[in-house]
């Protein structure tokens, strides 16, 4: 099962508390770990965390800075216990705006990771499903251009292989949290038959008791798919 998060609502969360909205960034770190912790044990094989998108640079520089700080404490704390707990970390984005030392944590932890067999986590960072697919068309359009394939040969299939999510599932779930009832450019391609849950928690209130009970319902939905299906 592949379970995509939009982690929404640190900022309200910290701001309902009288705290800097970097403080609520800072608790929905901690909310990760837990969460990357409790998937294998129910089920979760493939989690996609949404942590930066490509609109997101549209806030003050300061939480930009912070933001990206806390994902250079991310990234360097938690390797070896994420190489420990058998996880592969992937990144999903265009990397190229980041600052060179984080490109270099991103680099190091996926590739100590990269033959891991347990869980699957994808990392969106400067994520936006428009531009995943202009990357995409790009790449392919290249490709033809080159003789590298025929135009024939361009179909759903071959299209997702260009995608960042090449060779992964399409996410079953799609969770986002603090109560807003959009994607907010998270996965535009992969989320074409995705069950949706719009939960009223904020990231830091998102517990693993919280995400038990969003699993239980999803398992109770009927997926069709579009063909008909005896209920
Ligand atoms: C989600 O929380 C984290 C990121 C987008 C990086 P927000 O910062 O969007 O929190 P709200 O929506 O303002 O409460
Ligand atoms: C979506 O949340 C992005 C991430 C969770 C990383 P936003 O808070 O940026 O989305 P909008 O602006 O409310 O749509
Ligand atoms: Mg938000």
């Known amino acids: 099962m592949h379970v995509g998060i939009i982690m929404d609502g ?12 970097l403080i609520g960034h800072k608790r929905g770190a901690t909310q990760v ?32 800075e912070g933001l990206m700080k806390l994902f250079r404490g991310y990234l360097s704390n938690n ?3 994420l190489h420990e707990k058998n996880v592969c970390v992937r990144f999903l ?11 270099k944590l991103m680099e190091n932890l996926r590739t100590l990771t990269a033959h891991n067999t347990g869980l699957n986590l994808n990392v969106a960072i400067n994520y936006g499903g ?33 995608l960042d999510t090449k060779g992964q599932n399409d996410p079953d779930l799609i969770i986002r949290t603090a109560g807003e009832m959009r994607l907010s450019n998270f996965m535009t391609w992969q ?6 849950a719009f939960i009223k928690e904020s990231w830091p209130d998102f517990t693993p008791q919280v995400f038990d009970a969003v699993l239980q319902n999803f398992h109770n939905r009927t997926r069709q798919f579009g063909a008909v299906v005896a209920r």
């Open 79 to 81: 390797l070896v216990e």
């Open 191 to 196: 989320s074409a038959y995705s069950e949706f």
């Open 10 to 21: 640190n900022g309200r969360w910290a701001t309902k508390r009288g705290l800097a909205r």
């Open 130 to 162: 428009r531009d995943e697919l202009v990357r995409a068309t790009k790449a392919m359009a290249s490709k033809v251009s080159s003789g590298e394939i025929a135009l024939e040969e361009i179909d759903e299939d071959s299209f997702a292989a260009h």
């Open 93 to 103: 984005g265009d990397p190229s705006p980041l600052s060179a030392d984080i490109l």
């Open 33 to 64: 770990k837990k969460i990357v912790k409790c998937c294998p044990g129910f089920g979760v094989d493939t989690l996609t965390l949404y942590a930066f998108s490509t609109e997101n640079w549209k806030r003050a520089a300061h939480e930009v």
